[in-house]
């Protein structure tokens, strides 16, 4: 091998030294190096934190993070896994002000083997938290009955389970072959994205906007209104039930799309060879364009027509329907 060779290998192996993160064989971690800051700062093992916590900035890879309450005071981390944990392979957290970091282990820790390691988080009862945001690899995330003004989860190859019991600001949740379920009780602004997983959210309130995307997941949404939603698939099903939303725009490429609004000022739905099927109200009406190529109209709902446009109402809603291949159906709502 010539010199220049070895140089160029040696300089491949010094980056991927400095930038691995976690390499994972079927889901699962077998080599992980950490990178974080101030690592002096942060002290090993599970504890009881009686400081005045008001956001939680948590980093986990290959296991789960669950949320549970608990009735004392302060916040209590542990950890439980099958093999013994000890030494560099004990979590490190850190209260930095008026937020509580956790790692999952002493910084430059490696290991071949998988620890698996669960990651319990026990929050006083009726805690009210500012900011809650996970960083998760090849981990789970359980968390039901949180309380949080701003939420964020960021998951490579797991699934979520998220439960907001009371109001937030923003919900902003990806992932990226697991699934993502929220159910959410009111909240400002979400945005749920997933590349392979699916989406199924639940929000009893109205929101000032929701955005839901998946590359080849089915993406499932109760939501109670909002001012503007969106949501898009490449090859899953949509199913959107809304109390009423200003503008709403869902796009499907090769799956079907099931949508019932109780109220809407402007509908979009687009489908390329997917059948569309949408429960809508006749009251106070709405003026509609359908556009589909091969595939066949009808509608429960009596409708006026001048060309490509069908008048219901007073027509002071948008309606626009557009598929390729897809059968567009009209229901009406009771």
Excluded at 168 to 186: E, F, R
Excluded at 244 to 257: C, N, R, V, W
Aim: glycine share 12%; net charge negative.
């Amino acid at each position: 091998m010539s010199k220049s060779m070895m140089m160029k290998l040696g300089a491949a192996v010094c980056v991927i030294a400095l930038c691995v993160c976690c390499v994972s064989i079927g889901g699962r971690a077998i080599l992980s190096g950490f990178r974080y800051d101030n690592a002096d700062k942060y002290t090993a093992g599970g504890a009881v934190i009686d400081g005045d916590v008001k956001k939680l900035d948590i980093h986990w890879t290959d296991g789960a993070v669950v949320f549970v309450e608990r009735a004392g005071d302060g916040i209590e981390l542990s950890e439980t896994a099958k093999k013994t944990i000890s030494g560099n392979a004990q979590l490190r957290w850190w209260l930095d002000g008026d937020t509580l970091r956790v790692q999952y282990a002493k910084k430059g820790f490696f290991t071949l083997t998988s620890l698996n390691k669960t990651l319990t988080v026990a929050l006083p009862q009726g805690m009210a938290l500012e900011d809650v945001r996970v960083d998760a690899t090849s981990a789970d995330v359980k968390a039901p009955g949180l309380t949080a003004d701003a939420v964020a989860v960021d998951l490579t190859s797991g699934d979520l389970e998220l439960e907001l019991t009371g109001p937030a600001q923003s919900v902003a949740l990806s992932g990226t072959s697991g699934d993502l379920h929220a159910t959410l009780q009111s909240a400002k602004t979400v945005s749920v994205g997933t590349t392979s997983g699916a989406i199924r959210l639940d929000l009893a309130d109205s929101a000032d906007s929701v955005a839901l995307s998946s590359t080849s997941g089915d993406i499932g949404a109760n939501v109670g209104g909002a001012k503007a939603l969106t949501a898009g698939t490449t090859s899953g099903a949509i199913q959107v039930q809304a109390g009423s939303a200003e503008k709403a725009d869902l796009e499907s490429t090769s799956g079907d799309i099931n949508a019932r609004f109780t109220a809407f000022d402007a509908l979009k739905i687009e489908a390329t060879s997917g059948n569309v099927t949408a429960a809508l109200p006749d009251k106070p009406g709405f003026l509609a364009r359908v556009d589909t190529t091969s595939g066949s109209f009808d509608s429960a709902i009596a409708l006026t027509q001048d060309g490509e446009k069908y008048g219901c109402g007073d027509e002071s809603g948008q309606l626009t329907i557009d598929t390729t291949s897809g059968d567009v159906h009209l229901l009406k709502v009771d």
